[in-house]
């Protein structure tokens, strides 16, 4: 089992940042990717960024150029810097892993963190 808790999210103004943190606790061998989704008001909970162990990234268009995951594998840790913050990336943000046991790939999410972003 994999437990997910995230940090760091808060209400900043357009144009300011913030930086997420996740930290992955319990019993587990290791984790394969980890990364980022939101869910805005009466909408999907969608993909913001994601990042493998190995530490290839992926990253969904709207964020391009402004937000950079990272990760320390030894902490157990995924980052979510965000820069340039805009109004419409005000959501609840989760925390997410996953790891392959025996063929099967579990997922594993966190309870969320909300980013409040004013023009």
């Known amino acids: 089992q994999v437990q997910l808790v995230e940090s760091g999210g808060g209400s900043v103004q357009a144009g300011g940042s913030l930086r997420l943190s996740c930290v992955a606790s319990?019993?587990?061998?290791?984790?394969?990717?980890m990364g980022w989704y939101r869910q805005a008001p009466d909408k999907q909970r969608a993909l913001v960024a994601t990042i493998t162990s190995g530490g290839s990234t992926d990253y969904v268009d709207s964020v391009k150029g402004r937000f950079t995951i990272s990760r320390d594998n030894a902490k157990n840790t995924v980052y979510l810097q965000m820069n340039s913050l805009k109004p419409e990336d005000t959501a609840v943000y989760y925390c997410?892993?996953?790891?392959?046991?025996?063929?099967?790939?579990?997922?594993?999410w966190g309870q969320g963190t909300q980013v409040t972003v004013s023009s």
């Open positions: 319990g019993r587990f061998f290791s984790i394969n990717s």
């Open positions: 997410y892993a996953d790891q392959r046991i025996v063929g099967v790939l579990y997922d594993y």
